[in-house]
Antibody, heavy 121, light 107 residues
Framework: EVQLLESGGGLVQPGGSLRLSCTGS????????VSWVRQGPGKGLEWVSG????????YYGDSVKGRFTISRDNSKNTLYLQMNSLRAEDMAIYYC??????????????WGQGTLVTVSS | DIQMTQSPSSVSASVGDRVTITCRAS??????LAWYQQKPGKAPNFLMY???SLQSGVPSRFSGSGSGTVFTLTVSSLQPEDSATYFC?????????FGGGTKVEIK
């Protein structure tokens, strides 16, 4: 069974940093790109960042570019999101999701349960 | 960036009703569109890909259509467990942007 489990969320002050982790199981982790998607309180889904299976290609949304860094350790089946210079608008549930490429499109077929990041003084 | 717009933002219907949600892309995305279902307090669930292909395990009352810039998700006979928010996502580019969501409520 494919599973993704996020951790690392919590309360942080504006301007602070936090590192999220996502551990995958039930599939060959290194064979898949993975993404971070967030959802602010009462809001829709916003794609944050993505990384290829090898880690060689990384992508960021405009709202986090230059502040967030995505990485992965395939030996530990773990995805990371280093978040620096956090702002109130970064407060959200952060989900990791597995990316599948099928027929030319890129889809998020499995999602973790999410981890809550609260940015407040 | 490709913008995705969903309508309506919410819909209330009775059990057994047919419900249709529309998703529009700001530019053509061929058939590279996904639909996700999200229930309160839960992660999104992958429903459909390539605009009309059901993910394994998704009930056949769900169907999708469209290509280019206009897409629809239809629930042919609404069931109580279908009460959720539905999001479209363009899958033409990695990563794909999401629509704003449509909340489906049961009367």
């Amino acid at each position: 069974e494919v599973q993704l489990l996020e951790s690392g969320g919590g309360l942080v002050q504006p301007g602070g940093s936090l590192r999220l982790s996502c551990t995958g199981s039930g599939f060959t982790f290194s064979s898949y790109a993975v993404s971070w998607v967030r959802q602010g309180p009462g809001k829709g889904l916003e794609w944050v960042s993505g990384i290829s299976g090898s880690g060689g290609s990384k992508y960021y949304g405009d709202s986090v570019k230059g502040r967030f860094t995505i990485s992965r350790d395939n030996s530990k089946n773990t995805l990371y999101l280093q978040m620096n210079s956090l702002r109130a608008e970064d407060m959200a549930i952060y989900y990791c999701a597995r990316v599948i490429a099928t027929g030319g499109g890129y889809y998020l077929d499995y999602w973790g349960q999410g981890t809550l990041v609260t940015v407040s003084s | 960036d490709i913008q995705m717009t969903q309508s309506p933002s919410s819909v209330s219907a009775s059990v057994g009703d047919r419900v249709t949600i529309t998703c529009r892309a700001s530019q053509g995305i061929s058939s590279w569109l996904a639909w996700y279902q999200q229930k309160p307090g839960k992660a999104p669930n992958f429903l459909m890909y390539a605009a009309s292909s059901l993910q394994s395990g998704v009930p056949s009352r769900f169907s999708g259509s469209g290509s280019g810039t206009v897409f629809t998700l239809t629930v042919s006979s609404l069931q109580p467990e279908d009460s959720a928010t539905y999001f479209c996502q363009q899958a033409n580019t990695f990563p794909g942007t999401f629509g704003g969501g449509t909340k489906v409520e049961i009367k």
